[in-house]
């Protein structure tokens, strides 16, 4: 099965699964596809997952709602029956890690070759990895109560650029998006695979999600692109090559990121220049920013409607005035 034909696939899945924010909530079926190398693709009820199978056991990025998480295991089970390893987490977002508690207790956690002492750690399920933000994101201060169960948490993270892990053969880097689509994004690059899962930094269902609450920003959304961009290298007449699994939407290849980025770098800068010229919120959106796009992109109800959208990128904008 050639890429091309992946993609045509993945759109038919989604057109029925994930593209209708409404339709993909009222069913829990995930679906399968083959990436490239040991890469598998979950589609689901929440975010895209990323399956990455081999001798030392199963990697997976994200783990879509708690709702489906015995559909994610029926799914994994039929790609590897290898023990679940690592869970890494692109965000805190309930659609990404809704399935955190069910799934880390159905794997196990890797131990040293030298271990000695009390080994009772190793049956507490896999590890969860995510950067420091999502900890603070998923649990709360002392006497404070946590907007999820502590089972649920990450039990590894990061605060530096990135993580590092060499992984059934594959060297996996998870690296930090600062102040994109929220304050703790990451990417997961699997190298030699060659595949980037981008959490919800990108999408090809709606205008990027820009969560200003917990510390997002149109500009972090493009710098996230650009990495993503600096990473992935085309393959013949710019199709194909290093393959990217969206937070919401179709398997992708380059070409589909870079008319991503450009479309967001135009509308902030149109949005940029009506601010300029002392343009209130309202008369922004009036004016219409995204029109050229909104057949693509633009949505007039449920979660990230178009309005939402531009009215994130104008605070985001005025706040980093």
């Not at 693709?41 to 994200?62: E, F, H």
């Not at 131990?111 to 399920?125: E, K, S």
Request: net charge negative; with cysteine; charged share 20%.
């Amino acid at each position: 099965m050639t890429n091309r034909t992946k993609f045509a696939l993945a759109a038919t899945v989604l057109a029925g699964a994930c593209a209708a924010p409404a339709l993909a909530q009222s069913s829990n079926d995930v679906h399968v596809l083959a990436v490239q190398g040991n890469v598998t693709m979950l589609i689901g009820p929440g975010g895209n997952m990323a399956v990455q199978t081999g001798r030392q056991g199963v990697l997976i990025v994200d783990t879509q709602t708690a709702g489906a998480s015995d559909q994610v295991l029926a799914a994994i089970r039929k790609l590897s029956e290898a023990p679940l390893r690592y869970i890494v987490n692109t965000s805190a977002d309930p659609d990404h890690t809704g399935g955190n508690e069910n799934l880390r207790k159905a794997g196990v956690t890797i131990t040293g070759a030298n271990v000695a002492g009390n080994l009772t750690d190793a049956t507490i399920g896999a590890a969860i990895i995510a950067h420091e933000a999502v900890m603070d994101r998923m649990s709360a201060p002392t006497g404070k109560q946590a907007p999820t169960p502590a089972g649920a948490w990450p039990t590894d993270t990061y605060s530096s650029e990135d993580k590092e892990l060499f992984f059934n053969d594959d060297s996996v880097r998870i690296i930090n998006v600062p102040a994109a689509h929220s304050d703790g994004d990451s990417i997961v690059y699997f190298r030699r695979a060659d595949v980037i899962a981008t959490g919800d930094i990108f999408l090809t269902t709606t205008y990027p999600m820009i969560d200003l609450q917990k510390g997002g920003s149109v500009q972090g959304v493009i710098n996230g692109l650009n990495l993503v961009l600096s990473l992935a290298i085309p393959g013949h007449e710019e199709e194909d090559g290093t393959l990217i699994i969206p937070g919401h939407g179709r398997l992708c290849d380059e070409f589909d990121v870079v008319e991503y980025r450009d479309m967001v770098v135009i509308i902030r800068d149109r949005v940029r220049a009506m601010l300029k010229k002392g343009m209130t919120l309202d008369q922004v959106k009036a004016a219409k920013p995204t029109f050229d796009y909104d057949g693509r992109y633009g949505k007039t109800s449920g979660p990230w409607t178009t309005d939402m959208f531009v009215e994130a990128v104008y605070k985001s904008l005025s706040q980093s005035k």
